[in-house]
């Protein structure tokens, strides 16, 4: 069963910073990655898709990685500001389903 | 505006009652999908959709109902609501099945008293 992890739970950063937010699965055989922000009491938006045969997707400040060999992805924000504050959801789609499974979150806080 | 709508977005309730919570997404998505999502749990999938007429159990669908009858809905169903599902569900779509970038609507808070 694929069991998604995210370290560290929460984070606190002053602003400027840059960071990097952990993702790690146990079955590499999945079909993409997506990263998630989450704002207190609201929905989900996504930040970037990762399709399982590609290395890494760019977004403005934000760059996320994949490494399905060793189970990992990373979310690196640059130049962290007050306004990253949100908690960072990594999904996979599993490659045997259409299930998406989530990771329990990173809470972010960008201090100013 | 392309978006994915709730409704509603709080409902209190009682066990028992039966209630439905409404999902539509007016960008012509072939895929869509219903989670909750509970504090220490994260967000779970109950039950997902690759198009009309076609559903499929996610990881936790035991208590729910779903239906899809046309492409842009895809209400999900409580027959016989309990405590244990008072969550915050979201209902969610993309293009194509699954493959492409999810947009989530805004939420619905239920409380089952």
């Known amino acids: 069963k694929q069991e998604v992890t995210q370290i560290p739970a929460a984070l606190s950063v002053p602003e400027g910073e840059n960071l990097v937010l952990n993702c790690s699965f146990t079955?590499?055989?999945?079909?993409?990655l997506q990263w998630f922000r989450q704002d207190p009491g609201k929905g989900l938006t996504s930040l970037l898709l990762?399709?399982?045969?590609?290395r890494e997707q760019t977004s403005g400040r934000l760059n996320a990685s994949l490494d399905k060999s060793s189970g990992r992805s990373t979310l690196y924000i640059a130049a962290s500001q007050p306004g990253d504050s949100a908690t960072y959801l990594c999904?996979?789609?599993?490659?045997?389903?259409?299930?998406?499974?989530f990771g329990s979150g990173t809470r972010l806080l960008v201090r100013p | 505006e392309a978006q994915v709508t709730q409704n509603p977005r709080y409902l209190i309730t009682v066990t028992g009652k039966k209630l439905t919570v409404t999902c539509s997404q007016n960008?012509?998505?072939?895929?869509m999908s219903w989670y909750r999502q509970d504090p220490g749990l994260g967000l779970r999938q109950i039950y997902y959709?690759?198009?009309?007429?076609?559903?499929d159990k996610g990881d936790v669908p035991e208590g729910y109902k779903v239906s899809r009858k046309e492409k842009r809905n895809f209400p999900l169903i409580l027959e016989s609501p309990s405590p244990n599902q008072t969550s915050l569900y979201f209902c969610?779509?993309?293009?194509?099945?699954?493959?492409?970038?999810?947009?989530f609507g805004p939420g619905t808070r239920l409380t089952v008293l």
């Open positions: 960008m012509n998505h072939e895929y």
């Open positions: 999904a996979l789609l599993m490659d045997s389903s259409y299930k998406l499974i």
């Open positions: 969610a779509s993309s293009y194509r099945t699954g493959f492409d970038e999810q947009f």
């Open positions: 079955d590499s055989a999945i079909y993409n």
């Open positions: 990762i399709q399982s045969s590609q």
């Open positions: 959709s690759m198009n009309v007429e076609v559903t």
